[in-house]
């Protein structure tokens, strides 16, 4: 069974553009929560996406937006990168709506640098 | 916000030792994870421990958990070099549907 797949795994972008990310889970599993990865500050939670509905948010401004589509893969979109925006980005997929009794299995992420 | 936070933030051994990292955590929890990040990869589920069992073992790891003070540890024995990588914990709060990560402990396991 393949793992979970996240692409690109490298992105270069300047301040201001926007850019999208995509993650494929496990097959069969419906839940894509996504995570942001920095030195300083380690994983943060972005947000969750179950059945293609938003189940949870984390601390995030508004630039920060995903969706999942029906085949439960999701993307994720920052509009008007800023510097503070470089950072690993990670999904991770569970079977069943996200709860902390699942494990969670993680893709290799996209790492974004913004200049 | 952050709910696990682990220590030390870095630790070198020699291969053969035995590896022993801590998490500290603010609010009760349900349930208590640890994972494994090699270097710019993803995270590697290790073991989950819930809000009512005190040790678990798995393979090389033991996992401890204290609810009363707040705390866990990850023990793993007879280092190999290829534990090199930081590990995390990741807990919840009682509404269980959203993981918090520390930032990690780096292990480098010398040969």
């Known amino acids: 069974k393949a793992g979970v797949t996240q692409t690109p795994r490298y992105l270069i972008k300047t301040r201001g553009q926007q850019v999208t990310l995509s993650c494929s889970p496990i097959s069969g599993h419906r839940s894509v929560s996504w995570y942001q990865q920095t030195p300083g500050q380690g994983l943060q939670f972005l947000f969750e996406y179950f059945s293609e509905t938003q189940r949870n948010k984390g601390n995030f401004p508004g630039r920060f937006s995903g969706r999942q589509f029906s085949n439960s893969r999701s993307e994720m979109n920052v509009s008007t990168l800023e510097l503070g925006d470089s950072a690993l980005y990670l999904c991770?997929?569970?079977?069943?709506?996200?709860?902390?009794?699942?494990?969670?299995?993680f893709g290799s992420g996209t790492q974004l640098s913004v200049l | 916000s952050q709910q696990g936070e682990e220590d030390p933030q870095a630790l070198s051994i020699q291969e053969g030792e035995n590896a022993t990292m801590n998490c500290s955590y603010k609010?009760?929890?349900?349930?208590l994870q640890w994972y494994r990040q090699n270097s710019g990869r993803g995270l590697v589920h290790l073991i989950l421990i819930r809000s009512n069992e005190r040790e678990k073992h798995s393979g090389r790891l033991r996992v401890t958990l204290d609810t009363s003070k707040k705390s866990s540890s990850l023990l793993i024995t007879a280092s190999r070099a290829a534990d090199t990588a930081s590990y995390f914990c990741a807990t919840d709060r009682r509404t269980g549907n959203q993981f918090y990560f520390g930032t990690g402990t780096s292990l480098t396991v010398i040969p």
């Open positions: 609010t009760s929890i349900n349930n």
């Open positions: 991770a997929s569970s079977l069943t709506a996200l709860r902390t009794n699942e494990k969670l299995f």
